[in-house]
């Protein structure tokens, strides 16, 4: 069964409150990707958004819900290895936890580069590494269909666009992820959904802020409408009901693909 994500860039104080008011009502994991200087109130070079954050507490209490995995993106909002790593071993020490997988802030880390470097962050035990959009093909005519796409809001335009970012069983560390934007609608993000149980591959979705109209910050593009969102987990819910997908946290994507390929080696498959 493909699996769907609902991944939490930064440790905005509005995901916060989407976790106790949606997620947790409707029994819904996610993942929460924390730059830990943005959470501790340092005034750091590469703090994500003026947004408000959440704070430590926040962040340990998040980590004690099991339907919640909690992943490093960065000390502070860079993609440095020290950096990505020095974070990663600040929230291992806040939430007491071993494994864990880490976001690339602003999704700067090409997959050239994190091939290349993939030995060095599993000897740091580094369980995955999140990536933004995979854009192999067709680059050119996408850019201008995205831009064309922020007035008509086709979701066939979205899932095409997107299709290269779904996760097929060979994506077991590097994982693409589809940003969910202002301009989005919650039409655009299903037919993405939609697509993915068609195609059979898992999907990660990429929030930032959750916001009520009215709240600072709306209409920012890394926001997304509160109720949208709110209507996209009742979708979600009701998928589940059907046994068409499964709402997963990152690390299960991961821990599902591993156990297929071990299944597989074990059949000679």
């Not at 005034?43 to 339907?67: H, Y």
């Not at 974070?87 to 090409?110: H, R, T, Y």
């Not at 990536?131 to 005519?141: A, P, Q, S, W, Y």
Request: proline share 2%; with cysteine.
């Amino acid at each position: 069964m493909i699996k769907v994500t609902l991944s939490f860039d930064d440790g905005r104080k509005d995901n916060y409150r989407v976790a106790n008011e949606i997620l947790a009502p409707m029994q819904l994991p996610a993942t929460f990707n924390i730059t830990t200087d943005y959470v501790s109130g340092k005034e750091a070079r590469g703090i994500p958004c003026a947004n408000q954050a959440m704070n430590k507490e926040e962040v340990v209490n998040l980590s004690r819900n099991a339907l919640i995995e909690i992943a490093g993106h960065g000390k502070s909002h860079h993609n440095g290895f020290v950096n990505l790593m020095d974070g990663v071993k600040e929230l291992k020490e806040w939430c007491g936890l071993d494994k864990m997988g880490i976001a690339s802030p602003n999704s700067q880390l090409s997959e050239k580069e994190l091939q290349r470097e993939r030995g060095r962050y599993k000897k740091n035990e580094i369980c995955y590494v999140r990536t933004g959009v995979r854009c192999l093909h067709r680059t050119f005519i996408k850019r201008c269909l995205r831009k064309i796409n922020k007035q008509i809001h086709s979701g066939k335009i979205s899932s095409w666009v997107c299709r290269e970012s779904l996760l097929s069983k060979e994506d077991n560390y590097i994982l693409n992820s589809i940003p969910v934007l202002h301009y989005n609608t919650l039409d655009e993000v299903k037919k993405i959904i939609n697509d993915a149980v068609e195609t059979d591959k898992s999907c990660i979705l990429m929030f930032h802020s959750i916001l009520k109209e009215g709240e600072d910050f709306y209409r920012d593009l890394w926001s997304w409408d509160y109720e949208q969102f709110r209507r996209l987990c009742v979708f979600l819910k009701e998928m589940e009901e059907k046994k068409m997908l499964q709402v997963s946290k990152t690390m299960d994507i991961v821990n599902n693909i591993c156990e297929m390929e071990q299944k597989r080696g074990e059949t000679g498959l």
